[in-house]
């Protein structure tokens, strides 16, 4: 059984950052999901169970990071738009080896989800 427990989310101006937490009970490979109302849960970033290998969905690169250290990962939210308004979920997935996920259906277990909020 895996936990995952998130926090870190809040309302904030359009320009502002924000860092998600994800507190993990092993080193399993992570990564990081977005819902919002009437969309599907959508892949924004994933770090690898050592954290040398990290990957960002193409809408997100150059704003949103994910990174990691033994017991956390970290979801780094830059230049926030309102259009990043939803719930954000972390997820554990179980990889052999040092490489990344990049579809939801490949993570087993989900964090509670988090709401990010940004308006003006």
């Known amino acids: 059984q895996v936990t995952l427990v998130e926090s870190g989310g809040g309302s904030v101006r359009p320009g502002a950052s924000l860092t998600l937490s994800c507190k993990v009970s092993?080193?399993?490979?992570i990564g990081w999901f977005r819902q919002s109302p009437g969309t599907e849960r959508e892949f924004l970033g994933a770090?690898?169970?050592?954290?040398?290998k990290i990957s960002a969905a193409d809408s997100v690169k150059g704003r949103f990071t994910a990174d990691r250290d033994r017991s956390t990962a970290y979801l780094r939210l830059n230049d926030l738009r309102p259009e990043d308004t939803g719930v954000y979920y972390c997820a554990a997935r179980f990889e052999r080896w040092d490489s990344v996920g990049v579809d939801r259906t490949q993570y087993s277990y989900w964090g509670q989800g988090t709401q990010v909020t940004v308006s003006s």
């Open positions: 770090v690898s169970r050592s954290g040398r």
């Open positions: 092993n080193d399993w490979q």
